[in-house]
């Protein structure tokens, strides 16, 4: 059965960036839109933004416009999440989701819309 894995995640300070990646193992993520979430101690797991199978479509919550980046690399199968300007309410356990039927957009940006999750990566922004 296929997997997500994912990575990048560490301590950083404010201001500073960091590039999340999602690796399919056993997946092909060219198959799935995929959807990036973070769940904060005590919080409800949330979206972030999402990336689409169909014509690479992304969509960002309030939170990430601006700041986030959601990419493919087809070659490696991996997704990334490039994190510019981090600030301590970014602290959180990210993690990435497959979409089998691919879409990417404000009302699909929900877990329940989602197949396959990985593991989760920490990511903590304190000075």
């Known amino acids: 059965q296929g997997q997500l894995v994912e990575s990048g995640g560490g301590l950083v300070r404010p201001g500073e960036s960091l590039r999340l990646s999602c690796a399919g193992a056993?997946?092909?993520?060219?198959?799935?839109?995929i959807g990036w979430f973070r769940q904060a101690p005590g919080k409800a797991r949330e979206g972030v933004g999402c990336?689409?199978?169909?014509?690479?479509?992304?969509y960002y919550a309030d939170s990430a416009k601006g700041r986030f980046t959601i990419s493919r690399d087809s070659a490696k199968n991996t997704v990334y999440l490039q994190m510019n300007n981090l600030e301590p309410t970014d602290t959180a356990d990210y993690y990435c989701?497959?979409?089998?039927?691919?879409?990417?957009?404000?009302?699909?940006?929900?877990?329940?819309?989602?197949?396959?999750w990985g593991q989760g990566t920490q990511v903590t922004v304190s000075s």
């Open positions: 990336i689409g199978k169909h014509d690479g479509t992304t």
């Open positions: 989701a497959t979409d089998r039927k691919g879409d990417c957009m404000k009302a699909t940006l929900v877990p329940m819309w989602y197949d396959y």
């Open positions: 056993g997946l092909a993520l060219d198959f799935y839109g």
